[in-house]
């Protein structure tokens, strides 16, 4: 029997390995391309290990389209439009599917979730008109709200089932102490449901910082390109091809906030998923 457990540890430990190799690979070989010296990252046979260290290839992005720190800025603009867009509208929503009851509130619900079986690149064309009627077309606005609205869906679930874990009992407490509907809220339930607050603001960062094809399609000034459009556009050279150290250097920055985010808030991450999944 002991055997046998031995054996199957083991082979989990191999498969983990190997997927995570199989993960991390790409990644040393994206920051490891960044580093070295254009010729270097362009000859053949490719080398694993950099023969010589450089930043040569960031200095490159200094000539992306108006400037790397314009194209940043507007995705730093976008992120946090639509993260904070998503953490407010998703909270005060998710907390009244979860504790009010009305008429059609399942309809409603229901509703909502079947948007997530509509992709939103079809429906670039007649967002690009609406938008434009409103006033926010070619803006960062306009796709800061088309992001929020496609983030919120997922996110009013989530935080749906995160009030949905927190005991009646406690809000009880708070209203025979005396605490009003926002004190209630704010000091007693926000606290608690932290981490599906923060879940919801990791993917809408992500989606937001990574998108691409709408803001192709909504932004045709390049001066409002955020990164991942600047980046796509500055490499590549007309008939020279791909400028591969401007790529390589571009997914590193571009890669560098995902990475840390998510690293720093994992813990609240997995958590704030599994929100609501198990009721005692």
Same mark, same amino acid.
């Given at each position: 029997m002991r055997k046998a457990s031995?054996?199957?540890?083991?082979?989990?430990?191999?498969?983990? #390995?190997?997927?995570?190799?199989?993960?991390?690979?790409?990644?040393?070989?994206?920051?490891?391309?960044?580093?070295?010296?254009?010729?270097? *990252?362009? /000859?053949?046979?490719?080398?694993?290990?950099?023969?010589?260290?450089?930043?040569? !290839?960031?200095?490159?992005?200094?000539?992306?389209? !108006?400037?790397?720190?314009?194209?940043? /800025?507007?995705?730093?603009?976008?992120?946090? &439009?639509? #993260? #904070? /867009?998503?953490?407010? *509208?998703?909270? *005060?929503?998710?907390?009244?599917?979860?504790?009010?009851? &009305?008429?059609?509130? /399942? #309809?409603?619900f229901v509703a909502m979730l079947s948007a997530l079986m509509v992709p939103f690149q079809p429906l670039l064309t007649p967002l690009f008109l609406v938008l434009k009627s409103l006033g926010f077309g070619n803006s960062l606005v306009g796709v800061g709200l088309v992001f929020v609205t496609f983030q919120l869906p997922f996110a009013i679930f989530v935080m749906r089932n995160a009030f949905l874990n927190v005991p009646q009992a406690l809000e009880d407490a708070a209203r025979v102490d005396g605490a009003s509907g926002f004190t209630l809220f704010r000091h007693v339930l926000l606290p608690v449901v932290r981490p599906g607050v923060i879940t919801v603001a990791l993917f809408a960062f992500l989606a937001s910082w990574n998108e691409f094809l709408a803001a192709l399609i909504l932004i045709n000034d390049q001066s409002l390109f955020p990164l991942p459009v600047a980046l796509a556009a500055g490499a590549v050279n007309g008939n020279n091809g791909v400028r591969w150290p401007l790529l390589e250097a571009g997914v590193v920055v571009t890669m560098l906030p995902c990475l840390l985010l998510f690293f720093m808030l994992q813990r609240y991450y997995t958590s704030g998923l599994v929100a609501g999944a198990v009721k005692e």
């Amino acid at each position: 029997m002991r055997k046998a457990s031995a054996f199957q540890a083991a082979g989990w430990t191999v498969t983990c #390995v190997a997927l995570a190799i199989a993960f991390l690979f790409p990644l040393y070989v994206v920051f490891t391309g960044a580093l070295k010296s254009p010729g270097e *990252l362009t /000859g053949t046979p490719p080398t694993l290990i950099p023969k010589t260290f450089t930043l040569e !290839n960031f200095l490159l992005l200094n000539d992306l389209g !108006n400037g790397i720190w314009v194209h940043l /800025g507007n995705s730093v603009f976008l992120a946090a &439009f639509t #993260v #904070v /867009g998503t953490a407010v *509208l998703s909270t *005060l929503a998710g907390w009244g599917f979860a504790r009010y009851r &009305f008429r059609g509130q /399942g #309809v409603l619900f229901v509703a909502m979730l079947s948007a997530l079986m509509v992709p939103f690149q079809p429906l670039l064309t007649p967002l690009f008109l609406v938008l434009k009627s409103l006033g926010f077309g070619n803006s960062l606005v306009g796709v800061g709200l088309v992001f929020v609205t496609f983030q919120l869906p997922f996110a009013i679930f989530v935080m749906r089932n995160a009030f949905l874990n927190v005991p009646q009992a406690l809000e009880d407490a708070a209203r025979v102490d005396g605490a009003s509907g926002f004190t209630l809220f704010r000091h007693v339930l926000l606290p608690v449901v932290r981490p599906g607050v923060i879940t919801v603001a990791l993917f809408a960062f992500l989606a937001s910082w990574n998108e691409f094809l709408a803001a192709l399609i909504l932004i045709n000034d390049q001066s409002l390109f955020p990164l991942p459009v600047a980046l796509a556009a500055g490499a590549v050279n007309g008939n020279n091809g791909v400028r591969w150290p401007l790529l390589e250097a571009g997914v590193v920055v571009t890669m560098l906030p995902c990475l840390l985010l998510f690293f720093m808030l994992q813990r609240y991450y997995t958590s704030g998923l599994v929100a609501g999944a198990v009721k005692e």
